[in-house]
T-cell receptor, first 115, second 111 residues
Framework: GAVVSQHPSWVICKSGTSVKIECRSL??????MFWYRQFPKQSLMLMAT?????????EQGVEKDKFLINHASLTLSTLTVTSAHPEDSSFYIC???????????FGPGTRLTVL | RKEVEQDPGPFNVPEGATVAFNCTYS??????FFWYRQDCRKEPKLLMS?????NEDGRFTAQLNRASQYISLLIRDSKLSDSATYLC????????????WGAGTKLIIKP
């Protein structure tokens, strides 16, 4: 199967700082990437759908000015959590859709802790 | 009502036993169904797709019941390594790419 990397794996930051998370498809091109957030003991919640070269589509309740998504190439999408607050602490997971496999492949996730 | 519902468990099952759990979905027009497995603090991994005719992969069997709008997962001869959270996933109607997730069923296999 295809491989998706995500960096950093975990990050601890102070309240008010911004954190950038990278999602890369390593061996395939992904026109569509997805960003999810998962709180403990809860399901993955889709935050936004990211299409290469266009603006991301955000789910209801997700602030686009707080969670900035850039999908500048077919292998890279970034999520920036701006002015992070403790309630933003969560497990952030990206996935990339592969047309060749007609399947979504997930990154290993980024655990964000905001103090 | 949630779009995809699962019993959160945990299901505590002795090693070697057979265990099954269901997942219900609310939209009768949903097209594609999957079971994912997620280990603690890890990303979800595709376990198997669920086809209308049902499908089997080793010790795992998945079934789809469109009339009652549920899918099931059966695990035979359970192993300690089967301990995980099993997530039921349905594709959104307007996009085959967008996945709608259940909250997961936690399975604990005991020696």
């Amino acid at each position: 199967g295809a491989v998706v990397s995500q960096h950093p794996s975990w990050v601890i930051c102070k309240s008010g700082t911004s954190v950038k998370i990278e999602c890369r498809s390593l061996d395939f091109q992904a026109t569509t990437m997805f960003w999810y957030r998962q709180f403990p003991k809860q399901s993955l919640m889709l935050m936004a759908t990211s299409n290469e070269g266009s603006k991301a589509t955000y789910e209801q309740g997700v602030e686009k000015d707080k969670f900035l998504i850039n999908h500048a190439s077919l292998t890279l999408s970034t999520l920036t959590v701006t002015s992070a607050h403790p309630e933003d602490s969560s497990f952030y997971i990206c996935s990339a859709h592969s047309g060749s496999y007609n399947e979504q492949f997930f990154g290993p996730g980024t655990r964000l802790t905001v103090l | 009502r949630k779009e995809v519902e699962q019993d959160p468990g945990p299901f505590n099952v002795p090693e070697g036993a057979t265990v099954a759990f269901n997942c219900t979905y609310s939209n009768s027009a949903s097209q594609s169904f999957f079971w994912y497995r997620q280990d603690c603090r890890k990303e979800p991994k595709l376990l198997m797709s669920v086809y209308s005719s049902g499908n089997e992969d080793g010790r795992f069997t998945a079934q789809l019941n469109r009339a009652s709008q549920y899918i099931s997962l059966l695990i035979r001869d359970s192993k300690l390594s089967d301990s995980a959270t099993y997530l039921c996933v349905v594709t959104a109607l307007d996009s085959n790419y967008q996945l709608i997730w259940g909250a997961g069923t936690k399975l604990i296999i005991k020696p």
